[in-house]
Nanobody, 122 residues
Framework: VQLQASGGGLVQPGGFPRLSCAASGTIFSIDDMGWYRQAPGKQRELVARITTSGDTHYPDSVKGRFTISRDNAKKTVYLQMNSLKPEDTAIYYC?????????????????WGQGTLVTVSS
């Protein structure tokens, strides 16, 4: 069971890349999913989070510019980023609560993807 993120790279200011993160393995279902980022010399911070019912949460720093969505059938979460600024440069990590079934019971565990670097520069 793992999360695999993709979609990072070098982007010009004002750019609009989309990150994807797919869950793989024997997964019964997925609870909350989200994206975090960590800039050089800073702590990891929440960028966006989405519940199973589609409710979303964003910090003020990205509200109105970033949009999180999910495709439950594809076990994938997306982060559409618009109007990127140099201060958005960071490693972006996906995160999800994955529910598996083993040992005769359901187990919920929080997983992190490997991170994808987004560099905003002209």
């Amino acid at each position: 069971v793992q999360l695999q993120a993709s979609g990072g790279g070098l982007v010009q200011p004002g750019g609009f890349p989309r990150l994807s993160c797919a869950a793989s393995g024997t997964i019964f279902s997925i609870d909350d999913m989200g994206w975090y980022r960590q800039a050089p010399g800073k702590q990891r911070e929440l960028v966006a989070r989405i519940t199973t019912s589609g409710d979303t949460h964003y910090p003020d720093s990205v509200k109105g510019r970033f949009t999180i969505s999910r495709d439950n059938a594809k076990k994938t979460v997306y982060l559409q980023m618009n109007s990127l600024k140099p201060e958005d440069t960071a490693i972006y990590y996906c995160n999800a609560d994955l529910i598996t079934f083993s040992g005769g019971k359901f187990n919920t565990r929080n997983y992190w993807g490997q991170g994808t670097l987004v560099t905003v520069s002209s």
